[in-house]
């Protein structure tokens, strides 16, 4: 099919028309592919090849839920202080603290 593009005798493309001029294709070497790989990490470019897998997370010992919490920041930035400075808790391990903690 030509749609519409019909070659010539002399090799150019055209509409019938309008002639288009030959293109011309000159072979470029191939790059060296570590010498890319260099220039790239002395750019700072962090490489996308497949890293190792983790192993899965514990058994869950309980039913699992889901909560999506939407609140001002300065409450979001103290629960995750809260978190940080209870040696990297869980946002539910501080959820459930502060609840414990209401509680009694």
Do not use: H, W
């Amino acid at each position: 099919m030509s749609y519409g593009f019909n070659k010539t005798d002399s090799g150019a493309v055209g509409t019938g028309t309008v002639k288009l001029p030959p293109v011309q294709r000159t072979e470029k070497p191939a790059a060296d592919i570590s010498r890319v790989l260099q220039a790239g990490q002395d750019l700072g470019f962090v490489s996308r090849d497949a890293g190792t897998r983790r192993k899965p997370g514990p058994k869950r010992k309980e039913p699992q839920d889901r909560l999506t919490v939407t609140g001002p920041k300065r409450i979001i930035d103290r629960l995750k202080a809260y978190c940080d400075a209870n040696g990297g808790a869980s946002y539910c391990e501080a959820i459930e603290a502060l609840l414990d903690g209401t509680e009694k």
